[in-house]
Every structure is written in structure tokens, then in C-alpha cells.
């Protein structure tokens, strides 16, 4: 059987959790040569053959030389999955500069950085899938800060669609809604009951990570600047 990511090499930001974690096995299972980078730990973690490196996705340094390392490793740099997030629970009265430079830096600006460099070291037929949020639609209260990263980023996922179009780079988004990872669990406002959620309505990482590696896939070629709902109906419920 042909493995659709056989010699292509795919860069994974936020690797070590649930969903980064969980598209590592996904192009891993289609042939794909990984490097995957994460600020967290790898322990517990393996797969055969993938490069994994500490990365503060935040600083265009580190993320041109992950960028880097994954050409001077593989020969190539073919897809980039931009997974890393981050919330903070907080008013918009109490979100201080600092809050919102971190969860810009990590949710925003790391995606403009791998664009940045993927576009300057990808090849024709590449592609780059950014892992935006529900919330970038419709949001929830303390959460001003995450909410508006994530919708910025759907609006750079077009931007890059347009100027990625004549380099034949693709460009799209998925927008998952609540899936079985800490940070849903985590959430302040779901432990406090303040916002409840039907089982039913909990999505596995593995199904988030299917939607990504289609996006990335061949299959996928006339696919750019699209936003994918990956969230078992939410937004369409009225």
C-alpha cells in the first residue's frame, strides 16, 4: 500500500499533547518524516525515527532553526501543523500587557513565524494546516485574550492562502471544538461548572488529527484558505 507522506517531512509544533501528539502518529502512520517541537516534555513518547526538539515557538530564532533543522535532517521541509496554544483565564479588566503578549506570541506570532520560514524553504506542493479554536467564532467569557489569537489566525491562514497561492503552498485551518486533551479538562470554567459539556459533544484527539493530515494530504490539492470545523456540530447548534 502507498503511504501518502512517504518522503515528505512534516514539522509539528506543540507535539508533545494531545492533538500534536496525536497528528505525530497520524503522518507517521502515512510514511512521514517528523520533526516535532514542543517547550514541554517528550517523556513517554516515542516514535521511531522522529526528531524532537525544544522550541519556544514565540521567538522567530528558535522557530527559523527548527525550521531549519528539519531541511538539514531530511533534506526537506514539506508540511508545518501549527498545534502549539495557549489559554489564560482571565477579564479583559485583568489581562495585563504581559498576558496578552504570551498568548499573542503563542497563538499568533508563532504562526506567522513558521509561515514566514516554511515559505522561504518549502517547495511547490507543500502545505501548512494551523490549529486554530471554535473560539475564534464563538467564544465564551474569560477568554478574550485566547479568543482573539485564534480568530487572527484564521484571518492569516487566508493571507498566507493568497501569497502561498503562486508558490503552490496551501494554507488552511481547522477549527476544533471541545476535545479529550488537559486543556479542556483544565479549564477553569468547565471545573467550575460555570460552562458544562455533553460527552457527547467530546471530540478524541485521533479525530482532530485525521482532519489535519487530509488537509495536508494530495487528496486535499484544491483546498486552500478554508477554516474546518472539527467539532461535532457545535458552532451549528443555534
Known amino acids: 500500500m502507498v503511504k501518502s507522506f512517504n518522503g515528505r517531512t512534516v514539522l509539528i509544533t506543540g507535539a508533545a499533547g494531545g492533538i500534536g501528539w496525536a497528528a505525530a502518529k497520524a503522518f507517521a502512520e502515512e510514511g512521514a518524516s517528523l520533526v516535532l517541537a514542543d517547550l514541554g516534555s517528550f517523556a513517554g513518547r516515542d516514535l521511531a525515527g522522529a526528531v524532537t526538539v525544544s522550541c519556544d515557538v514565540s521567538k522567530e530564532g528558535e522557530v527559523e532553526a527548527v525550521c531549519q533543522l528539519a531541511i538539514d535532517r531530511f533534506g526537506s521541509l514539506d508540511i508545518i501543523v501549527n498545534v502549539a496554544g495557549l489559554m489564560i483565564f482571565r477579564s479583559i479588566e485583568d489581562l495585563t500587557e ?141
Open 98 to 238: 504581559q498576558d496578552w503578549q504570551k498568548v499573542m506570541g503563542v497563538n499568533l506570532l508563532s504562526v506567522a513565524y513558521f509561515t514566514k520560514h516554511g515559505f522561504l524553504r518549502m517547495k511547490p506542493g507543500s502545505a501548512i494546516v494551523n490549529v486554530s479554536s471554535v473560539h475564534a467564532v464563538r467564544t465564551t467569557p474569560m477568554v478574550a485574550s485566547y479568543a482573539a489569537a485564534k480568530a487572527g489566525m484564521l484571518a492569516l491562514t487566508r493571507a498566507a492562502a493568497i501569497e502561498g497561492k503562486p508558490k503552490r503552498i496551501r494554507c488552511n485551518a481547522v477549527l476544533p471544538g471541545a476535545i479529550d486533551t488537559p486543556m479542556l479538562w483544565n479549564n477553569p470554567n468547565i471545573k467550575s461548572g460555570a460552562e458544562t459539556i455533553d460527552p457527547g459533544d467530546v471530540g478524541k484527539p485521533e479525530e482532530l488529527a485525521a482532519a489535519i493530515r487530509f488537509l495536508a494530504s494530495p487528496e486535499a490539492s484544491f483546498i486552500t484558505g478554508a477554516s474546518l470545523a472539527v467539532d461535532g456540530g457545535r458552532l451549528a447548534q443555534l
